[in-house]
Each structure stands twice: as structure tokens, then as C-alpha cells.
């Protein structure tokens, strides 16, 4: 398995343009997580899925992040509009089953920034 | 309060020494502990789970205090590749809970 994939790999935007960061978790895991990670605030969960569903947003930051998971393979994190203050390294993670200790697969992160 | 807290560092070791790290969560409710490895630029990535009785990985030992809330790793004879920061991980078995990671410590060997 090629593990979690992310793309972009790094994204520039300007103030108040879309952006859309993508996901593909690992097959067969039923758990999805999205993270942003800052020098000053850590790694925070911003929402996760299981089995396609949310089932935790209350990490989004405001409404201009919404995240989607069509699909058991794909899922999308979207902030409109973007501002300078959402520059950070975003990761999305699978895992299979939280109820047992079980480990999170990270993929290798989308670096926004936002001028 | 955080629910994970740990010492940002950077601790700063020479090549061979044993270095402890310390975090503590605030939710009793905590069920499974872990802690992440970090290296820079990169994802995070497992290191070692933590057990209630204590648990050994080659020069890597994690130990759990629930009564204390309180979770450790110690680094034995460092090496330059352990360099990297160091996540304390909890996850919660409850609806609507993940994995929450502490900041990280900060770790650099040097020879």
C-alpha cells in the first residue's frame, strides 16, 4: 500500500482565494483524520470520519473550513475564503478502528501558505 | 488547562546519554497512550505504544502513572538519529474523541 496520500504537497495561495486540500487514506481504514499543525498551537485535530461519517468537527477552526469524505477512498478539506492566519502544515490520517490501541498513519502533509 | 502537556525542550544530549521525557494528560477518562516520533519536515509516525505495566522497545521504555495521569519515555546510549521531536499521544474512548497529541519535545543529539 502506498499509505495516506496528500495533495498538494505545498500550496501558495493569496488572501481569499479557496483552497482545497486532498486525501486518500490507506484501503480499509475506517477512520479519517484531518490535522493542522503550527509552531505555536501543536498538532490539532480539526475533524474526523468514520466509515464516510463525521463524526467530530468541533476542532474546525470557523465556517470557512468545511470538510467532505465522499467515499471510502477520498476526502477533502476546503477553506473559503483563506486568510494569512490559516498558514500552517495540514495532515490527514487513517487508521483502522480506534477502540483497541491502534496506530494512525499519517501522510506527508499539505504546506499552506496564504499571503 | 491542555489536555496534553509536555515540556517543549529542546533538550540537547551528547551521543550515549539517557534522556527522560514527561507528559501529563488532564482527561482520566484517557484509555490508550502512545507516543509519536516527529522528524523534521515529515510526518509524525508511531513509536511506541504505552502499556499500564510498562514497556520496552530496544533503548526506548514508556511507563503510564494513571493515578498520577502521567506518561514517560526514556532514551537509552542516544544516538544522532534520535533527533526529533517527540509527541505524547491520548486517545479517549468516547463518541466523538481521537488521538490528541501533546506539542512535542524537542530533541537534539550531537557527537
Known amino acids: 500500500d502506498a499509505g495516506v496520500i496528500q495533495s498538494p504537497r505545498h500550496e501558495v495561495t493569496e488572501m481569499g482565494q479557496e483552497v482545497t486540500l486532498r486525501c486518500k487514506p490507506i484501503s480499509g481504514h475506517d477512520y479519517l483524520f484531518w490535522y493542522r499543525q503550527t509552531m505555536m498551537r501543536g498538532l490539532e485535530l480539526l475533524i474526523y470520519f468514520n466509515n464516510n461519517v463525521p463524526i467530530d468537527d468541533s476542532g474546525m477552526p470557523e465556517d470557512r473550513f468545511s470538510a467532505k469524505m465522499p467515499n471510502a477512498s477520498f476526502s477533502t478539506l476546503k477553506i473559503q475564503p483563506s486568510e494569512p492566519r490559516d498558514s500552517a502544515v495540514y495532515f490527514c490520517?487513517?487508521?483502522?478502528?480506534?477502540?483497541?490501541?491502534?496506530?494512525?498513519?499519517f501522510g506527508q502533509g499539505t504546506r499552506l501558505t496564504v499571503v | 488547562r491542555k489536555e496534553v502537556e509536555q515540556d517543549p525542550g529542546p533538550f540537547n544530549v551528547p551521543e550515549g546519554a539517557t534522556v527522560a521525557f514527561n507528559c501529563t494528560y488532564s482527561?482520566?477518562?484517557?484509555?490508550?497512550f502512545f507516543w509519536y516520533r516527529q522528524d523534521c519536515r515529515k510526518e509524525p509516525k508511531l513509536l511506541m505504544s504505552v502499556y499500564s505495566s510498562g514497556n520496552e522497545d530496544g533503548r526506548f521504555t514508556a511507563q503510564l502513572n494513571r493515578a498520577s495521569q502521567y506518561i514517560s519515555l526514556l532514551i537509552r546510549d542516544s544516538k544522532l538519529s534520535d533527533s526529533a521531536t517527540y509527541l505524547c499521544v491520548v486517545n479517549i474512548y468516547q463518541a466523538g474523541t481521537a488521538l490528541i497529541f501533546g506539542k512535542g519535545t524537542t530533541l537534539s543529539v550531537s557527537s
Open positions: 490520517a487513517s487508521s483502522f478502528s480506534l477502540r483497541r490501541p491502534t496506530e494512525a498513519f
Open positions: 482527561n482520566s477518562a484517557s484509555q490508550s
